[in-house]
Each structure stands twice: as C-alpha cells, then as structure tokens.
C-alpha cells in the first residue's frame, strides 16, 4: 500500500467513524481492498480475494459491507451492461473509459465536464444532484490482440 493509499484508506476509516458504522474487521479489510485495487472489482471478485484471509466470511457478508459502504457514499457502485455490478473507492469524481472487448474498465478525469452540471441547471431549471459518464472503446491489450489475430 502507498503512502496516498494508506492516506485514502485512514480517511475513508474516519468517514466510517464519522457516521457512527461500526468499523469490523470484514469491512476493514473491504475497503482497503478497493481503496488498493486498480481495477472495479465485482462483489465476488473481492470475496476471492479475502477469503483466504476470512475463510468463514461470505458473499453475503461482502454484499452487506458494500452496501454499507455504498449508503455513506464511500464507495459507488457501477452498472454497465454485463449483469454484474462492479464497485469503486469514490475517492474523487471521475469517469469511466469500458473495454467492449474485455470489460476492463480505467477511471479518467477531465474537470471541464464538471461545468456540465452548472450548465444543465442553468438551461433545465432542474437542480442536478450528480452525472455520469461511460466512454466505451477499445483497450490497449485487446487492440494488439486483434491485431496478432489478423
């Protein structure tokens, strides 16, 4: 763990602490796994990888502590078009860039958008609460694998 992900994980404990959640050994050690993990790991994907350190834990257990998590926004989940959902560590607003091809999926920032919102209230009247935005391509690996395959 790096030292800004040491950081993220204490801050996200605080905000756990703040909102009065009791703070388990379970849902410790779900958070820092997404606050670590590179990738948007499926409920399941998160119980394979502790359960070796929880063996009596089950995906009921990491379902409950996702949806605690959920409720006080620390973590956001995503629903693309595949059946299952995939969880993010909500530690800045970002977007998503999808791999038709494999289903990776990299976060991306372009502050510009945020002006969207403000925009969107100003033309609608409606007070925006949050966006989203997916981007759907094609990614490096997939791409030289079509390639070798021609």
């Known amino acids: 763990m790096t030292v800004s992900e040491n950081q993220e994980l204490q801050k996200a404990i605080d905000t756990l602490k703040d909102s009065g ?26 119980y394979k990888a502790l359960e070796g ?9 990491v379902y409950n502590n996702l949806r605690v998590l959920r ?15 995939r969880f993010d560590y909500k530690s800045s607003e970002h977007y998503h860039i ?14 510009v958008l945020d002006e969207v919102e403000s925009l969107a209230e100003q033309v609608t009247g409606f007070k925006v609460s949050h966006h989203r935005m997916e981007i759907y391509g094609m990614c490096q690996a997939c791409q030289e694998a079509a390639v070798q395959k021609q």
């Open 98 to 111: 999808i791999c038709e091809e494999c289903g990776k999926i990299e976060d991306f920032h372009y502050p």
């Open 71 to 85: 409720q006080i926004v620390l973590v956001r989940e995503l629903t693309y078009g595949d059946s299952s959902s």
């Open 53 to 61: 350190k929880f063996p009596n834990m089950s995906v009921a257990t």
């Open 21 to 46: 959640v009791r703070i388990t050994p379970q849902r410790h050690a779900v958070l820092e796994y997404l606050v670590d993990s590179e990738i948007h790991p499926t409920a399941d994907d998160i």
